[in-house]
């Protein structure tokens, strides 16, 4: 399934995740440079990334600061109770600037760029967000091999991207909205199974 997960860091000092499918297992990876993250992204043609995608409306620019500090879908976001940081503040800035210029490189090779939010899946999962081992253990009860190694918390971020993506491509999951951009997240289930793909 050609679908890749990224969790993507604000800056190239600092780790991206990647993840995904090669046969039943789940691969990843670890890059700094949008070069790297460019170079594996040529093989894939739907691309899940965890970072603000696009500006609020009436938003023209990160520097200035008008007072609008939400899009439509952050704030349906909020409404579901799932903690978010607001694409404005701070650091958030330098990672949603580096998104959308990396959206705009991939939408010209024609490839599908989606936005999904690994906390959100691992609050509708109902699982720790920084508890590394539940979180290992809630993906191979999945049915999925995962490779025998120590994975750093942006990888695990990674793998959430790419089964956000691919319960997307199943029909099962549910999209934010609105006039100015739109989040995947897994359907919300009140009797969640676990189930392999």
Sequence with gaps: MSILGI????????PTGI????????????????????KIAKN????FIDAPLSLPKGRDSLEVNNGIHF???????????IKFF?????????LTERAIKLKIILKEQNKKVFEVFPGGFYDIMKLS???KEEII????NLGFELEDKKFIQDELDAIACLLTGLMHEKGESFILDGIDGSII?????????????
């Design 7 to 14: 969790d993507l860091a604000g800056s190239e000092k600092r």
């Design 19 to 38: 993840a995904y499918f090669k046969d039943n297992r789940i691969l990843t990876k670890v890059v700094y440079k949008d070069e790297e993250i460019l």
């Design 44 to 47: 894939f043609s739907k691309i």
């Design 71 to 81: 899009r439509e879908c952050d704030i349906k976001l909020r409404k579901l109770k």
């Design 86 to 94: 607001p694409l404005t503040l701070g650091p958030m800035r330098k």
């Design 129 to 131: 967000r920084k508890n």
């Design 137 to 140: 253990k809630f993906y191979k």
């Design 185 to 197: 997240l897994p359907r919300i289930e009140n009797n969640l199974k676990l189930r392999s793909y």
